[in-house]
């Protein structure tokens, strides 16, 4: 077998689909529960995979009709029809592995619904719908020799979808680096009684999410308290921890959270200054990154100075 | 042409997706079985129908071998399916979707006589024109599937806290979900039905010969499409059954209690029951709630296809010291909304801890 031979293979494009599948069952299986900044990696790693496929399959999937004969044409449709019905077999698949996620994982913190339809499930979901005829097409298709001997198996408009790659790659490290940052800040409605009955307790919640839902999110979680003398954050009842200072599992699969620290502190005249400080971190360049804060300022009669 | 799914026919993509769309159908109705009887029992009746349709060979009659027909049936589905995905689940997760439906499975059964099923019947049932045909119709298909599911998902997702939120609900089940799970199993049929140039009609059409089991399949699917609109008017036209007791309870030194429980239920298999159970308690003087008179206990127990909103649900004391509670909720067809009956529960008990009327 000669070196053209051997890339033209079908047992390369066998194996190539297997790796693909591989790398997929990452994203359609919450498990583990976070992937710590290399969902990002991953990506890249199924799109390089997708396009290698689609060069070594002439893009067959995408190319028209008038351009193919009728063995390309059959073998193609054919490859079409069998991708829809795999479709639903992997969104199907996705919804028994959240299952089994939640069933196996042993951290004791029940799988939430936005962990499992999370950035993760979407990857998994777009490559279903975007990558199946040519990954059926790459299983199915016969390796030729005259296929193997063609001139325009090299050419490089074969290859040129390759700079998606780079490009992909480039658009996430700007938007986790300098583009705006999603906020939001949510309060619950005061209640009364946690401790004792003449305090009043809120819940805020606020968020910066860097990368438009594929970075990381940065939460500040605090059960705040005001009894007229002073404000604090309420740490634990019976049921949880109401005030929170961690990487939710599902917020940080394409990107880390470094360094993430939240402060308490209470100034002369009872207010409370809480602060959460986190680095987030490309999980593709180290050196790409972006501090966050979000700060809540609560004064001992309850009155919200500063929250975001 | 070959290939390792044509060299192992028993291990098939359909085979495959069937077995796992069971065990997950299996699990979920073995955990819901005694929780919503009814909806169980219906579902797995549709689940029947579905099987006994699919096991009898159709031809597309004299107006369904018209293309102009199928084509409208086509848009109608079309719109069908546009109108699940934009509906809301209302409270109880029943807000209007399932007569939309109803309506499509309807559609789905016409379009399954129109095409004869060839988009997925087994190879060797399809001669090489169909194959030919249903494979160019699944390639449409997906050209038009997957650039619409794959945008409206990654537009949402990247657009904003609130759209990525309302993915999420959307995944967890409403009509968007269904109606992406119904045009991965339908669309390939309905641009089939769209593709298809007129049939042969009359004599020189091939005909079935008519059999038991098409009778059946007829019949069970008259079944499934009447039984929901027939438990609808039930709902209005059942008396409604209602069980109650009271007993004295322990309570506070020196009052007076009594421990109410009452449970009405409205409609027959698609209903709702509505329950009262609560402790009101009598110094002599005038009567109080102790627990279970609140805004928070007004709320259904059970619902099955029926939407249940709380009309009213006030607690008053009067002068003479006796406790009024009235608890009044519109019980709403799911399957045919225009139809709602209204279920009050009431207590009245005297200042003296003597119950003048319940429920």
Do not use: I, R
């Given at each position: 077998m000669t070196h053209a031979n051997w890339l033209q293979g079908s047992d390369i494009r066998r194996a190539l689909v297997i790796v693909t599948g591989a790398v997929w069952g990452f994203f359609a299986v919450p498990l583990p529960r976070s992937l710590d900044g290399a969902g990002m990696p991953l990506t890249l790693a199924l799109l390089l995979l997708d396009v290698v496929l689609g060069a070594l399959t002439g893009w067959l999937a995408f190319a028209r009709t008038a351009s193919l004969d009728e063995r390309q044409a059959a073998l193609r449709d054919r490859a079409y029809r069998l991708a829809f019905r795999l479709i639903l077999l992997g969104v199907i698949v996705m919804v028994l592995g959240a299952i089994a996620g939640s069933i196996a994982d042993n951290s004791g913190t029940p799988i939430q619904p936005a962990d499992v339809f999370g950035s993760r499930w979407i990857i998994g979901l777009l490559e279903l719908l975007a990558a199946l005829p040519t990954v059926v097409i790459a299983w199915l298709q016969p390796g030729s020799v005259e296929e193997a001997e063609s001139p325009s198996r090299l050419s490089p408009s074969r290859w040129l979808p390759l700079i998606a790659v780079p490009l992909l790659a480039a658009l996430w490290l700007v938007a986790i680096a300098a583009l705006p940052v999603e906020a939001s800040a949510v309060r619950d409605d005061a209640k009364h009684g946690l401790l004792s009955a003449n305090e009043t307790c809120g819940h805020f919640t606020g968020t910066r999410d860097v990368g438009y839902g594929f970075g990381a999110e940065v939460r500040l979680d605090v059960e705040t308290c005001w009894d007229g003398n002073r404000a604090y954050a309420f740490r634990k009842d019976i049921y949880a921890d109401l005030t929170r200072c961690s990487v939710e599992p599902g917020t940080a699969d394409f990107a880390r959270v470094r360094k993430l620290a939240c402060t308490e502190t209470t100034d002369a005249d009872g207010t409370m200054h809480y602060q959460v400080q986190a680095t987030v971190q490309s999980g593709l360049l180290s050196t790409v990154t972006r501090n966050v804060v979000l700060e809540l300022d609560v004064t001992r009669d309850g009155t919200v100075l500063s929250f975001g | 042409m070959t290939n390792m799914i044509d060299r192992i026919p028993t291990v098939t993509i359909q085979r495959v997706t069937a077995a796992l769309v069971i065990l997950i159908v299996g699990f979920w109705l073995l955990s819901g079985l005694f929780l919503f009887a009814f909806t169980t029992l219906y579902l797995v009746f549709i689940v029947v129908t579905i099987l006994v349709v699919r096991s009898v060979p159709v031809q597309p009659g004299q107006w369904l071998a018209r293309r102009a027909v199928r084509r409208g049936l086509v848009s109608a589905i079309a719109l069908g399916s546009i109108l699940l995905a934009l509906s809301h689940a209302g409270p109880n997760d029943a807000g209007g979707e399932p007569f939309i439906l109803m309506a499509l499975a309807l559609g789905f059964v016409f379009l399954g006589r129109a095409t004869q099923r060839i988009a997925s019947a087994p190879d060797r049932q399809v001669d090489e024109r169909q194959e030919a045909l249903r494979n160019r119709a699944h390639r449409l298909a997906y050209g038009i599937f997957a650039p619409l599911a794959a945008g409206i998902v990654l537009v949402t997702y990247v657009a904003g806290a609130a759209s990525r939120a309302w993915l999420a609900s959307a995944f967890q089940g409403s009509g968007t979900l269904l109606t992406f799970f119904l045009l991965l199993v339908f669309l390939p049929a309905m641009v089939l039905a769209w593709l298809e140039p007129d049939r042969l009609v009359g004599t020189d059409s091939p005909q079935l010969a008519a059999s038991r089991r098409a009778s059946l399949a007829i019949t069970m699917v008259a079944l499934a499409l009447v039984t929901p609109i027939a438990l609808s008017v039930a709902l209005v036209l059942v008396p409604i059954r209602t069980t109650s007791f009271f007993r004295p309870e322990q309570g506070q030194t020196g009052a007076k209690c009594t421990y109410f429980d009452a449970r009405a239920q409205v409609g027959l298999g698609f209903g709702a029951v509505v329950p009262l159970s609560a402790v009101a308690c009598s110094d002599g003087r005038t009567a109080s709630e102790d627990?279970?008179?609140?805004n928070s206990d007004c709320h259904p127990n059970r619902t099955e296809m029926t939407t249940v909103d709380t009309v009213e649900c006030t607690r008053t004391t009067d002068a003479s010291g006796t406790l009024h509670f009235t608890y009044r909720a519109r019980v709403r067809s799911a399957v045919l909304p225009f139809l709602a009956r209204d279920v009050v529960m009431t207590l009245v008990m005297a200042g003296d801890g003597h119950v003048v009327r319940f429920p």
């Open positions: - | 627990w279970g008179l609140n």
